[in-house]
């Protein structure tokens, strides 16, 4: 890869554009098209994009495979935890005016924040862990990981 | 800009039962994964497990009697948000999932260990706890595209577990690739169907959907749907023709799977076109305009009878179960077909009572696989003599099978007999009682095999340790319990039959005023 000067700097220059953009839908998805989702997409394709130039290994010390593989359930806990914390403060399971009962709508947004931060973790590692399963044929997660 | 305060009464613990429910097992799923630790996987299991089985018991006890509780996620009332229902028929389906959940698990502890490879426990029992919110949440949601996802969160998990089998037999790889075409096509015909709902009437929760039907009559896309549902459901439930996927699923899968998927996965299936067919579809409509008597007569008595002479000729234990599963499943659908009171209570019983038979007999095949490494007869043969308990735990859940008076199997089958007289059909009745003689065939069979055979003289010796002993005699003891006290299983079968003849509940209370700010 040593001699690929242009495509070295450019994906450098371009990964962490990817992330702030991935960020910039994230946050903005609740009044523009976006959210959770297709930000955890462009999220992983910062990481999918460094993996094709610098090789799996060099992406794999940065986003090691064991994180992935949290990552993946951390999301699912993020989510299921609003709906808990709404549900301890004696409202139903994921009602969002929990979270400023004197004013709910702005308890919406709050909930929906962190719903969509759930998403966005549990996408981003789907998505790098699907790339590493085709990408590394032998399995990532030694016996004694488990 | 600020919005006025809405007033809200504090919600206490027994409000948030119905949504517990699904979450106390979903949560154990990531937890597992997060921990990423093989020692506390089983354990996590076990409790959320537990937990959510007293959880069901709360939930039946409210609803044994009539009446129905109906939680609203996110605080959005139905029919916008999606609504948790629970009434009779359901609660006493999470009762048995979870029931068979809890004892299963125990069960997989050993047995597990023995047939799965070691790296594989922590992920195994994350997509055991999926599957199993994947049923109860198929079980309990009020909303037909929730229905859906809970489904294909059960499916996809299963797909696994049966895959997990490849340790003792590769051909379980083929058998879970078969399961997911075959279940995908199922999921595919159901989402159509409800695709078309969504299309003729705007809305997608259950207690709604009734009601726009009602309204509109049988339009054509109404009916298509209907068969759509009907057709993909009866992939899921393995009725006669679609069966193809279950006997290889079942033989193939590690035993603990097996016990949890034959006692819990088609039950729950049965229960989506029992939901369908007489709350979301009235029975006048299912039964008069699209005249399903000609369909599931036909195709139950087809499954009772192919199915059982099928069974009567395996020479593997857990395969000739397998058949005998499809041939069960054709006496739930007789018994729908009946559409009286006795021939849903049938349905609704047999359900739970062939869940739990079925529990104990694949419990007794894990056994036999633990000692003697495989289910075909030439390898168990006399290891009844070998295995005191397990084989009289293979005995009692043959005669339930059978339907021996005193085995919970007798109950549903008298109730089934009972409903085809009272429609007048004698034929059935003389029927039923024909195919059970070919379950005493094939079970016959069983037990000539470990008991009569003079067992191998290095034939393995001894029952299976504890864990995996103690759930199965309690599954024995259940089989009996429940053939002899019906209270509990009669009970709740009884009223849930009643509620579903009635139709729809209607909406609830809280959500008629959405309906009306909206104008409908």
């Known amino acids: 890869m040593q001699h690929h000067l242009i495509l070295r700097v450019i994906t450098k220059l371009l990964v962490s554009t990817i992330i702030l953009f991935s960020l910039y839908v994230q946050f903005h998805g609740d009044f523009s098209p976006g959210g959770g989702f297709q930000a955890g997409v462009i999220m992983a394709a910062a990481f999918i994009f460094y993996g094709l130039v610098f090789g799996l290994e060099n992406v794999q010390r940065v986003f090691p495979p064991w994180i992935v593989h949290r990552m993946m359930a951390l999301g699912v806990m993020i989510y299921a935890g609003t709906g808990f914390f709404s549900m301890f403060l004696g409202y139903d399971y994921l009602d969002y005016n929990a979270f400023a009962p004197h004013h709910p709508s702005h308890g919406q947004h ?8 759930g998403v966005l973790v549990t996408v981003t590692g789907v998505m790098v862990a699907i790339y590493y399963a085709f990408a590394g044929r032998p399995p990532q997660v030694s016996d004694e990981d488990w | 800009m600020a919005t006025a305060e809405v007033e809200h009464t504090a919600r206490t613990l027994a409000d948030h039962l119905p949504v517990l429910q ?14 990423g630790n093989r020692a506390l996987a089983w354990p996590l299991a076990f409790i959320a497990s537990a937990i959510a089985f007293v959880i069901s018991c709360l939930l039946l006890a409210q609803v044994i009697d009539g009446g129905f509780i109906s939680y609203a996620i996110g605080g959005w009332a139905p029919p916008l948000g999606i609504e948790y229902r629970v009434d009779a028929t359901n609660a006493l389906l999470l009762f048995l999932i979870s029931g068979i959940s809890t004892v299963a698990l125990p069960y997989a502890f050993t047995s597990i260990r023995s047939e799965v490879p070691k790296r594989n426990h922590t992920l195994f029992y994350a997509c055991y706890m999926l599957c199993f919110t994947g049923l109860l949440g198929v079980v309990i949601t009020g909303d037909a595209f929730n229905v859906f996802v809970f489904l294909e969160i059960s499916s996809l998990s299963t797909y696994v577990l049966v895959a997990q089998g490849a340790g003792r037999d590769k051909r379980a790889l083929t058998a ?37 039907i009602a309204d509109q009559g049988g339009n054509r896309t109404i009916r298509a749907a209907f068969a759509f549902i009907v057709v993909g459901m009866g992939l899921k439930v393995a009725l006669m023709p679609l069966h193809l996927w279950l006997p290889n699923a079942y033989t193939f899968a590690p035993s603990a799977v097996t016990v949890f998927l034959a006692a819990t996965s088609t039950k729950a299936a049965v229960y989506v076109l029992l939901r369908f067919m007489f709350s979301v579809y009235q029975p006048p409509f299912v039964f008069e305009v699209n005249t399903l008597y000609f369909i599931f007569i036909p195709f139950a008595l087809l499954a009772m009878f192919v199915a059982s002479f099928v069974a009567v000729f395996q020479s593997d234990f857990k395969r000739m179960l397998a ?12 018994g729908i077909a009946m559409l009286n009171t006795s021939g849903l209570t049938a349905t609704v019983v047999h359900m739970f009572n062939h869940g739990i038979t079925k529990g104990v007999l694949f419990m007794g095949v894990g056994a036999l696989v633990l000692r003697a490494g495989s289910s075909f007869y ?18 009692v859940g043959g005669l339930s099978l059978i339907g021996v008076p005193g085995t919970a199997g007798f109950v549903s089958k008298w109730m089934l007999v009972q409903a085809a007289f009272e429609n007048g059909f004698w034929w059935i009745a003389i029927l039923v009682v024909l195919s059970s003689l070919l379950a005493v065939a094939y079970v016959w069979r069983v037990f000539e095999v470990i008991y009569l055979k003079e067992p ?9 340790p504890l864990p995996m002993l103690i759930p199965m005699l309690i599954l024995a003891g259940a089989c009996l319990w429940f053939g002899i ?18 139709g729809s509940f209607g909406m ?10 909206l104008g409908h």
Do not use: C, K, W
């Open chain 2, 485 to 502: 006290d019906t209270q509990l299983t009669i009970g709740a079968a009884h009223t849930a039959a009643e509620s579903l003849l009635e």
């Open chain 1, 110 to 117: 709050y909930g929906i924040l962190a719903v969509e931060l």
């Open chain 2, 508 to 517: 609830a209370p809280s959500a008629a005023a959405v309906t009306e700010t």
């Open chain 2, 456 to 464: 191998a003289a290095d034939a393995p010796r001894g029952d299976p």
């Open chain 2, 378 to 395: 030439d390898s168990i043969a006399g290891l009844g003599r070998r295995m005191p308990l397990t084989g009289a735990a293979i005995v």
């Open chain 2, 323 to 334: 058949y005998s599963s499809i041939a069960q499943i054709g006496y739930m659908l007789l």
């Open chain 2, 22 to 35: 699904i979450l106390v097992p979903f949560v154990a799923a990531p937890l597992i994964v997060l921990f």
């Open chain 2, 176 to 212: 879970a690739y078969d399961y997911l075409i075959m279940g995908t096509i199922g999921a595919t015909f159901f989402v159509i169907g409800l695709g078309m709902l969504y299309m003729s009437t705007g809305t997608l929760n259950m207690a709604d959907l009734a009601d726009r």
